[in-house]
């Protein structure tokens, strides 16, 4: 694909709170492997972690890291990047989506709600330098104005609402409801009384008449940019998988849902089109 301008890929894992998933690095591997095959231009493959908690903290965390991921990519060239989304993943793609979108304002409210979180209260110090390394790039908007985003998301409907503009293309393949997907995700422990201060802060924030049009907290609905953009429903057996929970695999399951996810996208995104990103 990198005869497409593809530059690079992001992997976003959406393992469960707590949890490794070694499969998220061998599906980087097999990636990076695939994409190289033929002679053509290496494609990086990078896998961007994250804590896999569902609560606004935890997706808004989540965003930010892969915001950062983003802008240590970002030239002065345009280039095309895809970010490559599993299960809870959905939740934080479709944040940074807003946040990429949003007004130097609306970035200074949201990293304010989440100041607690990654800078001492009181002593002012900065403890999660990464936080403050990408408000500090939002805030002199436009972000990422140079970068080209083809999102691909395996996972539920996302708690956020879709903000697309002409920089961005979605291909969301939706999975079945679960449980996880429905029920309210916990907020962090009460010892961790920073975390949870900032998660109630931003919860209440994403939820006012302000900013529900923004981000469309739990509204679990599409905008209308999103229903333009291809949306796959996924059901039992479709797509050469067993059900939507892909720690439940076996290896063999795996491999053929990689090759069929990569033929999808590749047939929907790149197949007879000579992308340019300039």
Not at 87 to 99: E, G, I, K, R, T
Not at 135 to 141: D, M, N
Not at 201 to 221: D, I, K, T, Y
């Amino acid at each position: 694909m990198s005869e497409h301008g593809l530059a690079a890929l992001l992997l976003i894992p959406g393992s469960h709170p707590g949890e490794t998933d070694p499969f998220c690095d061998r599906l980087a591997r097999w990636l990076e492997t695939g994409l190289h095959t033929g002679g053509g231009l290496l494609i990086p493959v990078h896998l961007v972690e994250w804590s896999g908690e569902g609560h606004d903290l935890g997706c808004a965390d989540g965003a930010v890291r892969l915001l950062d991921a983003l802008l240590a990519l970002e030239k002065k060239a345009p280039q095309r990047v895809l970010l490559l989304g599993l299960s809870q993943a959905a939740h934080v793609l479709a944040l940074a989506s807003c946040l990429i979108a949003a007004g130097p304002e609306t970035v200074t409210k949201v990293f304010q709600a989440a100041r607690v979180y990654y800078r001492w209260p009181l002593l002012g110090c900065v403890d999660i330098p990464m936080w403050e390394r990408v408000r500090r790039r939002l805030e002199r908007s436009p972000a990422l104005a140079d970068c080209l985003l083809d999102i691909v998301v395996w996972g539920p409907v996302a708690r956020y609402s879709w903000r697309l503009d002409s920089r961005m293309r979605l291909l969301h393949f939706v999975q079945p409801a679960t449980a996880e997907c429905v029920e309210p995700p916990r907020p962090p422990e009460r010892a961790a009384w920073r975390a949870r201060l900032a998660d109630r802060r931003l919860r209440l924030l994403f939820n006012s008449s302000q900013f529900r049009s923004q981000f469309g907290a739990e509204s679990m609905g599409w905008p209308a940019a999103v229903l333009e953009s291809p949306v796959v429903p996924v059901r039992q057996g479709e797509h050469a998988t067993p059900g939507p929970d892909l720690q439940n695999w076996s290896l063999s399951e795996r491999q053929q849902w990689t090759l069929a996810l990569v033929e999808e996208v590749v047939r929907r995104f790149y197949a007879g089109r000579q992308l340019k990103v300039a």
